[in-house]
């Protein structure tokens, strides 16, 4: 199982020094945003797709640094009610499928997206209960929308022999396993999930029973190793779903938190333990967004507790289950 890293954070320096800092420091894999949200300062997408020269260059940094692409990032929203800025979205996993493709990553990692509540609605609208009626119909709708579009852009996955990682991320319709699932079902056995522990957490969600129930599918495509920690005392006042800014971290119920800062190491080797159990021997690509620490710190610190967790070698015989 490798240590990743998700290269965002160190976007203001070149690829070629983020690749030399993250190799000094023990990590095996690094997961390049190409598009949407992760931005694509270490990966052009559109300026290294169909391009042979540009590819081989990328691939001559990541050897020089004994290093491996995990997968290739574009989090977006290709369920927008805005049409621009859903074609925007599409445009971009559509052709990061592709460029993994020519790269021989193989994983995308991704949003579901989130339409809005009705034909005429302009905002996406995340439903979180069935009542009153009108939010069950709009989540209805929404299931619709997003099977006709998953169906055609998981057969596209299909074309170019690429897995598509889906981050559980609530304000996106696929927030949770059963919802990961439920899509998966509808389209092809290309969509699973790029499993981020940290938006489970705060959601109550029990990690590694949702690696169980996800590994028994094999839908575990990719892992982002990600911290949560929830502060009770604000949390007993106001609850979990919580709008406070991230900036005010004195006063939210929850933060997301540097690998060790949420969950102690024995978790995140029982973590790395139920991966290894659901057949997962991928990348935990590490995603830094802790308000309270530098990227660099806590890039180092997620390093230092997953390398004590992870194993290192496939199992043995077990021996000692043996006959006489």
């Not at 030399?20 to 190409?34: F, P, R, S, T």
């Not at 193989?106 to 609605?121: H, Y």
């Amino acid at each position: 199982m490798d240590i990743g890293v998700l290269t965002v954070p160190l976007g203001q320096e070149s690829l070629d020094d983020a690749l030399d800092y993250l190799a000094g420091i023990g990590v095996d894999a690094v997961e390049l945003g190409c598009g949407g949200f992760p931005g694509q300062d270490h990966l052009d997408r559109e300026a290294v797709l169909d391009d042979e020269a540009a590819q081989a260059a990328l691939q001559e940094a990541l050897d020089a640094h004994d290093l491996r692409a995990s997968a290739l990032a574009t989090h977006n929203n290709p369920l927008h009610p805005d049409g621009e800025r859903a074609d925007r979205a599409d445009r971009e996993l559509r052709e990061a499928v592709r460029l993994a493709a020519q790269l021989d990553v193989g994983t995308v990692t991704c949003f579901s997206g989130l339409p809005a509540g009705s034909p005429d609605g302009s905002v996406p609208n995340w439903i979180t209960a069935p009542w009153p009626e009108e939010h069950a119909e709009a989540l209805d709708y929404q299931w619709e929308l997003a099977v006709d579009y998953w169906r055609d852009l998981a057969a596209h996955a299909d074309e170019h022999g690429v897995d598509v990682a889906i981050e559980m991320h609530p304000n996106m319709l696929v927030y949770e396993p059963d919802g990961l699932l439920r899509l998966r079902e509808a389209t092809n056995d290309r969509i699973g999930a790029n499993l981020d522990p940290s938006h489970l957490y705060w959601q109550g969600i029990d990690v590694t029973h949702a690696i169980r129930v996800l590994g028994r599918e094999d839908a575990i495509h990719h892992v982002h190793a990600k911290d949560t920690k929830v502060y009770d005392e604000h949390a007993r006042r106001k609850g979990v779903l919580d709008t406070t800014s991230y900036a005010d971290t004195s006063d939210r119920s929850w933060l997301f938190r540097s690998i060790g800062y949420g969950h102690d190491e024995a978790h995140w080797k029982d973590v790395v333990s139920a991966l290894r159990m659901a057949g997962y021997e991928g990348a935990l690509s590490i995603e830094h967004e802790d308000a309270l620490t530098s990227s660099r710190e806590g890039l180092e610190k997620g390093v230092d507790v997953l390398r004590r967790a992870v194993f290192e070698t496939e199992p043995g015989d077990a021996y000692w289950a043996g006959g006489e």
